[in-house]
Structure formats: structure tokens, C-alpha cells
């Protein structure tokens, strides 16, 4: 059983539809990235399979739990970076993270070792009594990946983690990514192609709501591409051109 | 339940560690101290010419006048009521408001919380700072009683009872503010609209008993019953008025499930 199934998952507005189709499986501990133009309906994706939005039509399930039916069981099992950190400004990063751990029910007792924990693996024990207004988009961004990373959640959902960092912190990120696959299951989405070759396994690249690329990543040049080293970008470029 | 405190303890701290609730403390003080200045001094004006004329030879509704509890106190209530009208909305605008616009409330609704428990942590939280800005009016019966004499040569210048009990309907007017802005802060992005829709709510609540003149029984009996000053004038005299709590209990709880209903549509959307 795939720890995450979407089946013909849909999802219209009123006169068009941000994804159309879409049927993907990622067995545990797989990282899966998540590949596609601005507006192709990554984001929409996420948030169907945290609950936050429901389908038009299809259905999605996380360890076995369909995300309609049974929420709270998917919620319990997730960690979600959105696109925007969510981050209460007013808040100092330590209170933001023992408030988030208790709304993902981590039992009191390891609540201050959990996040301390998070904290240090993603860089941000130094600033962990600052208000998170005054934090740099870094921090910021740091900060949200934490909060996903509470209570170590088998599944995690991170959309664009590796936005407004600068070099050396993405490849930080890169390496936390690359040690939690095996314990956790990913997906991740983001516009940084050498990323996801350097993180992922598998790839699946959305354009206007529909798949056009499903495979391992060593699969897809010989798949659509002329030569073997044909680069993920150019991959991508053709795909997404229509 | 334990989310549904941190949830209150978040919105508690945040209330408490930036500048906007402090700045509501003072409008409501401010104005509630105004007030407080204009009855004491129509008290001491009968009061004055009581002494002159007697008791005897004024209007009947001098009466009230005779001591600071119905003189003073009770309309203070009455005001402080107004007050709270207008100061409550700019307190709970922010409650649901801020979280769609932090971006927060996807936070919210992905982690194992159910929307029964963000509902009642919100409006915990919302209770915690309304009772901080009308606990604060506590101050004027404290005044009225280190300074005041009473009616009686012997005794207290106040008859705390009627003071607490009026002072609890002010709370339950306060509870019902906050509840009915948090439904409203549900529906908005905007904390300025929610806001101004709480204001537009709330007002004509007030200024029912106005309407009831213009109308005919039995809706004038339905209109003065729904006003909110006509339920509370009992409490304000300090009788306990159960059909009153009734009232508002009702329509705080009416407030907190059209709340949850807000929350549980996104999972519908």
C-alpha cells in the first residue's frame, strides 16, 4: 500500500479547472518533487492532500486514510509547509513552535525537547527568542520548515521549502531533505530543477492542471528526451511549452 | 480541550504583547471616565438642590438620586454597555480576520484540530481580553465607595450586591459582543470590514427600543423584547433577571455555531 494515493483528483472553479486528472502514488519514504510552471496547480495539489481544500472530483489518501473522509487521521500524520510560511508575526519563534507543536498534539512532557529538536535542524536555535516579524526571509522561511518538521510526521508536504534562501542554506535544506527520505515520505515541489535531481527520485511535472511527466528521474530522458544527457530543464521547457 | 486552551493562550499573548488592545483599554477608560465625570455631577446637582428644597418637592424620578448605587453606579453600567457596543468590535475583529491574512488559518485547518476546538479557544481568548477592558471599569465603584458616604449614616456608600450583579450583566453584554464579532471576523479577510459589520450589527441592536415606538403590537412587544438595554435593565438594578441570561446565553451560543459552520464550510469549498 502507497503511503500516498491520488486518484483522478480534480479540482475546478467556477470556469476552469486547476487540475484535471491527476493519478500519482508514492510509496514510503519516497521523495516525490513536484514539477511545473507558475499557476500549473501544484500548490492546489498540496493543499487537497492536507485537507485544506476538498476535490471537485477523485480522491486522495494518505496511509490509507482518505483525506475527505477521515481528515483528523490524514492531519495527525502530516507535517505542510505552504507557499507562504504560516507564521503569526507577533509571536517569538520558540512560542510559534511549542503553540504548533500542541495544535499537532506532541505530548507535553517532550514538547520543549521536540522543539528544540526541530529547531536545531533547521538552523534557527539562535534566534529562537526573536520576534518573528524581525526575522530575515531566511529565518522566516527556516522557521516554517520547523514547524512542519514537529512532531516528525511519517509524511511531509513541503511547497517551495527552498524559497528566499541563499545558496549555502539551500543546500542545508537539500541535506535535511536528503536525511529524512527512508524515515519519512515526501513531496515536494519547486522551480529549482537541480534540486529535485539532487533530492528526488521520482518527479511528476504538471502544466495547467494535467500531468505530462511521471517517472524516475533517470527514466525521463530516455522517455522524452532525444539524447540520454538531455538535462531536466530542457526535459521541462519541452513539456510545459503548450 | 488542551488545543483549545494553547489556542486561547496564543490569542491572549498576542493580545497582551502588542500595542493594539492597550490602545482599546485607554478609548474605553477614556470614555467610561467621561461619563463617569457628567453623572457625578448631575448627581451632586440633586443632591444639592435636595438639600435646598427637600426630597419631597422634586420630580419622582429624583429618587434614584438619593444614593450612589441606583445615582450613580446603575447608569454607569448603562453607559459602560454603550461603551463596550463600541470598543468590543475593534477587539474581536482580529480573531479569525488575522489568521486568513497571516496565511495562518491553512496552519489551522491542516493540523489534527478540530474546528470545534479552534472555535472555543478563539472566543476563550476573546472572553480573556473583554473581561480585561471591563474589569478596568471596576475602578469607579471602587472610587464611589473610598470616597462616597452613604445614603445612611452608617454602612457602605454602595450596596455591592446590586453593584456586582450589574456589573455581571455588563460582562454577559460583553461575552455577547464578542461573540457575535467573532462570527463576523469569521467571514472576512479584512479586519477593518469585520470590524465595521460587527459596529453595523451591534448599533441597531441598541437603537431598537427607538424603533419600537413607531410600531404597532404585538411586533412592538417582539421589538422592546430583542433589544438588548430593555433585557438588561434588571440586571443593571441589580435584579437577577434569569430571562435575560437566557437571552444572551442563547445568542452566544447561536454566535459560536454559525462560527464553527464558518469553519467547517472551507472543508467544503
Known amino acids: 500500500m502507497a503511503m500516498i494515493e491520488v486518484q483522478n483528483l480534480t ?24 514539477l511545473g510552471p507558475n499557476g500549473a496547480g501544484k500548490s492546489t495539489t498540496m493543499k487537497i492532500l492536507t485537507g485544506f481544500l476538498p476535490p471537485s472530483e477523485g480522491t486522495a489518501k494518505v496511509a490509507g486514510f482518505d483525506v475527505f473522509e477521515q481528515p483528523l487521521e490524514v492531519k495527525r500524520r502530516i507535517g505542510y509547509l505552504p507557499e507562504t510560511p504560516p507564521l503569526y508575526p507577533e509571536m517569538t519563534v520558540r512560542g510559534y513552535l511549542k503553540f504548533v507543536a500542541t495544535l499537532k498534539q506532541v505530548p507535553g512532557r517532550g514538547l520543549k525537547a521536540e522543539v528544540d529538536r526541530v529547531a536545531e535542524s533547521t538552523g534557527v536555535t539562535n534566534v529562537m527568542d526573536r520576534v518573528i516579524q524581525n526575522l530575515s526571509k531566511g529565518y522566516k522561511q527556516r522557521v516554517g520548515i520547523a514547524q512542519a518538521l514537529l512532531g516528525s510526521p511519517p509524511v511531509l508536504i513541503l511547497d517551495e521549502p527552498t524559497e528566499g534562501l541563499d545558496p549555502s542554506q539551500r543546500a542545508e535544506v537539500r541535506s535535511l531533505i536528503k536525511g529524512l ?46 539524447a540520454e544527457s538531455v538535462s531536466l530543464e530542457e526535459i521541462f521547457i519541452k513539456l510545459t511549452a503548450a | 480541550m488542551r488545543t483549545a486552551l494553547a489556542i486561547a493562550r496564543k490569542e491572549l499573548s498576542i493580545y ?14 477614556a470614555l467610561s471616565s467621561f461619563f463617569f465625570m457628567g453623572l457625578l455631577q448631575s448627581f451632586q446637582q440633586v443632591q444639592e438642590m435636595a438639600q435646598e428644597h427637600g426630597w419631597n418637592r422634586l420630580p419622582p424620578d429624583a429618587a434614584v438620586y438619593r444614593n450612589l448605587t441606583d445615582g450613580v453606579v446603575a447608569q454607569l453600567w448603562g453607559v459602560v454597555l454603550i461603551v463596550t457596543l463600541f470598543v468590543a468590535p475593534f477587539l474581536s475583529m482580529r480573531l479569525f480576520a488575522e489568521e486568513r491574512r497571516n496565511k495562518t488559518f491553512e496552519l489551522l485547518l491542516t493540523t489534527p484540530v478540530r474546528p470545534i476546538e479552534l472555535v472555543l479557544g478563539k472566543y476563550l481568548g476573546g472572553l480573556g481580553i473583554i473581561s480585561t477592558a471591563l474589569g478596568l471599569t471596576i475602578v469607579f465603584p471602587l472610587i464611589l465607595s473610598v470616597f462616597g458616604a452613604s445614603a445612611s449614616e452608617a454602612g457602605a456608600a454602595l450596596e455591592w450586591p446590586t453593584v456586582l450583579l450589574g456589573y455581571g450583566g455588563v460582562l454577559l453584554w460583553g461575552a455577547t459582543c464578542m461573540a457575535v464579532g467573532m462570527f463576523i471576523s469569521s467571514l472576512t479577510e479584512s479586519q477593518m470590514v469585520a470590524a465595521l459589520l460587527t459596529f453595523v450589527v451591534l448599533l441597531p441592536w441598541m437603537l431598537l427600543r427607538g424603533l419600537a415606538q ?5 411586533l412592538r412587544s417582539f421589538v422592546n423584547y430583542m433589544a438588548f438595554d430593555s433585557q438588561l435593565q434588571n440586571m443593571l438594578v441589580g435584579v437577577l433577571d434569569l430571562k435575560a441570561l437566557v437571552f444572551f446565553l442563547s445568542v452566544i451560543f447561536f454566535s459560536l455555531l454559525l462560527t464553527h459552520r464558518t469553519v467547517e464550510a472551507q472543508r467544503w469549498a
Open chain 1, 181 to 226: 527520505a527512508g524515515k519519512h515520505t515526501l513531496i515536494l515541489s519547486t522551480h529549482i530543477l537541480p534540486e529535485v535531481t539532487m533530492t528526488c527520485e521520482k518527479v511528476l511535472i504538471i502544466n495547467q492542471g494535467k500531468m505530462v511527466a511521471y517517472d524516475e528521474i533517470k527514466n525521463l530522458a530516455s522517455v522524452h528526451g532525444q
Open chain 1, 11 to 34: 479540482k475546478r472553479y467556477r470556469d476552469r479547472s486547476a487540475i484535471d486528472g491527476l493519478t500519482f502514488s508514492v510509496k514510503e519514504g519516497e521523495i516525490l518533487g513536484f
Open chain 2, 16 to 29: 497582551f504583547t502588542t500595542p493594539w488592545a492597550y490602545a482599546v483599554f485607554t478609548a474605553m477608560v
Open chain 2, 214 to 218: 413607531g410600531v404597532e403590537e404585538p
